[in-house]
């Protein structure tokens, strides 16, 4: 379990909440999206809630195992619907950034 009642954290989080309100498209390397991540998840929700309904944003997922983990249903369950897009690349980092 993470800690998150260093304020500094709080700040970190406001930070990436403004960051994701206003992205076009946002990239998750690696990312599993673990069940005691839940902090996170509330602030990825958080962010991802948009003022402007008809502004979606785009998610792409960069993961070697997404559906050998189940991450598709994860991502899908967590970020889908009006807020945006996902897409899923299932390459490892260095060959999406080869693919670049």
């Given amino acids: 379990m993470k800690n998150f009642k ?3 954290f709080n700040i ?3 930070n990436i909440i403004q960051k994701l309100s206003k ?3 946002i990239y998750l390397i ?3 999206l ?3 991540d839940f902090i996170s998840k509330y602030y990825f929700i958080k ?3 948009r003022v402007d309904i008809e502004k979606n944003v785009n998610i792409i997922l960069i993961n070697p195992n997404i559906k050998e983990e189940g991450l598709d249903l994860k991502f899908k369950k967590l970020f889908g619907g009006k807020e945006g897009t996902i897409d899923f ?3 490892k980092f260095r060959d999406w950034v080869s693919s670049l």
Avoid: Q, T, V
Wanted: net charge negative.
């Fill in 6 to 8: 260093n304020p500094i």
């Fill in 12 to 14: 970190i989080w406001l």
């Fill in 23 to 25: 992205a076009d498209f």
């Fill in 30 to 32: 690696g990312y599993s």
């Fill in 34 to 36: 673990p069940d005691a």
């Fill in 47 to 49: 962010g991802l809630n």
């Fill in 89 to 91: 690349e299932e390459l």
